[in-house]
């Protein structure tokens, strides 16, 4: 069984760091391309970030670039979220995804479509 396990979030102050980490197990073999989707209260979930298998590749959402960084470490099947300056904005439930890395993937990682599966989230709260 599949699962995805996203580390504890937790309440910062506007302009401090936070590193999310998700954590998978139990998939069939293969490359898999990571993203990281949030959700605000009374919001629709979005894309924050995604990267490739062999971590070459990174995708951010124009909200985060320049202020997240997304990577991986495959011998420990983690991978990580390190957020900074964080803003009010950025308060939401943070949730990994992941999905086979097909052609598909280059085209619409921005969407839920190509992740099958999903951690249950960790709720990021900052402060101004």
């Known amino acids: 069984q599949v699962k995805l396990v996203e580390s504890e979030g937790g309440l910062v102050q506007a302009g401090m760091s936070l590193r999310l980490s998700c954590s998978a197990s139990?998939?069939?073999?293969?490359?898999?391309?990571t993203a990281w989707f949030r959700q605000a209260p009374g919001k629709e979930r979005e894309f924050v970030s995604a990267?490739?298998?062999?971590?070459?590749?990174?995708f951010y959402a124009d909200s985060v670039k320049g202020r997240f960084a997304i990577s991986r470490d495959n011998d420990k099947n983690a991978v990580h979220l390190q957020m900074n300056g964080l803003r009010s904005e950025d308060t939401a439930v943070y949730y990994c995804?992941?999905?086979?890395?097909?052609?598909?993937?280059?085209?619409?990682?921005?969407?839920?479509?190509?992740?099958?599966?999903w951690g249950q989230g960790t709720q990021v709260t900052v402060s101004s």
């Open positions: 995804a992941e999905g086979l890395e097909t052609p598909d993937f280059f085209v619409y990682y921005r969407r839920e479509d190509p992740y099958d599966y």
């Open positions: 139990g998939r069939p073999y293969g490359r898999y391309a």
């Open positions: 990267v490739t298998w062999s971590g070459r590749r990174e």
